[in-house]
C-alpha cells in the first residue's frame, strides 16, 4: 500500500519559516547566539502589527501582549522587543483544521 501526502503551499511555507528562525540563532556569526534586539515603540509597533495606537494601548492596558515600560522622564513609555512580539504573534496563530490531504 502506497500513501502520498500532499501539503498546501502556505503550510509548506509555515514549516520553512520555522526551520528558518529555529536556525538563526545557530548559524549566527561564529556560532554565537544571536537574537534580533529591535525594540518598537508604540507608534513602530502600530505599524509592524498594523493596527492602531490605541488597541496597542488596550492591549497593553489589559496585558494582552508581551511589553517593557522605561521610566526616564520625557523619552519613557511602553516598549516592545520584536523577539517578543514574533513569539505572541506564533502564539495566536491558529492552524487550518484540514493542513493534511492524504491521497490513496
Avoid: C
Amino acid at each position: 500500500m502506497k500513501a502520498e501526502l500532499t501539503l498546501p503551499s502556505e503550510l509548506v511555507e509555515q514549516i520553512s519559516d520555522r526551520v528558518i528562525e529555529k536556525l538563526k540563532p545557530i548559524l549566527g556569526s561564529n556560532g554565537k547566539h544571536h537574537e534580533d534586539d529591535t525594540v518598537f515603540d508604540k507608534k513602530g509597533l502600530s505599524e509592524y502589527l498594523r493596527l492602531s495606537e490605541s488597541t496597542i494601548n488596550k492591549m497593553v492596558s489589559n496585558k494582552e501582549i508581551p511589553h517593557f515600560k522605561i521610566q526616564s522622564g520625557q523619552s519613557g513609555g511602553v516598549r516592545f522587543f520584536k523577539k517578543d512580539i514574533d513569539r505572541w504573534i506564533a502564539k495566536q496563530t491558529i492552524p487550518e483544521i484540514n493542513q493534511f490531504h492524504a491521497k490513496r
